[in-house]
């Protein structure tokens, strides 16, 4: 069997006249996940973390909460619970393999 070993991958694109990009991707368990409120300028927020790299999300430029930062928000939580729903099913599917794997 591979070993999977934690990682984070980040990437920085820069093109002449166009803005950069930045992708971040965690494969770890050792992820960092926090959500608040910032008290020195209300507003909520929500980070990811590991090691290598943080994401932090808060409010459209940093200030009052719009109806597109609540939209962005529900659609983070609907993709949260799609990847719970997903993880859980095939943990699962790996658990019930394994256990005939070993049965056998």
């Avoid at 300028?41 to 930062?69: C, K, W």
């Amino acid at each position: 069997m591979r070993e999977h070993r934690p990682y984070t991958y980040v990437t920085l694109s820069m093109h002449p006249e166009s803005a950069p990009h930045v992708g971040v991707s965690f494969h770890t368990s050792r992820l960092r996940v926090r959500a608040g409120m910032l008290l020195s300028n209300p507003r909520p927020y929500l980070e990811f973390g590991s090691h290598e790299a943080d994401v932090h999300i808060s409010t459209t430029g940093a200030g009052p909460v719009t109806d597109a930062d609540l939209a962005t928000a529900r659609e983070i939580f609907n993709a949260a619970a799609r990847y719970l729903a997903d993880c859980e099913c095939l943990h699962a599917e790996q658990s019930a393999k394994d256990a005939s794997d070993t049965a056998a």
